[in-house]
């Protein structure tokens, strides 16, 4: 698979939750069509305590977006 967009460029994101959004693409997942966008696609992660004593918690953390939800800004 070959994606239209590649590591480092500047893309605006065409549909979802982050409509009009631009971020820099931080890394690029060919096989799975996807691309992992700065600043877009943040998700709370529940995380459940490791260890007796330790709290568990929620995390932000970044999930890759579909590659044909992206188009590249010149």
Known sequence: MKLHVKKGDTVTIL???EKGKSGKVVEA???ANRVLVEGVGIRKKHQKARREGQKGQIIDKHFPI???KVA???
Do not use: I
């Open 15 to 17: 549909s979802g939750n």
């Open 29 to 31: 997942y060919p096989k």
């Open 66 to 68: 579909h590659a044909s």
């Open 72 to 74: 590249k800004k010149n």
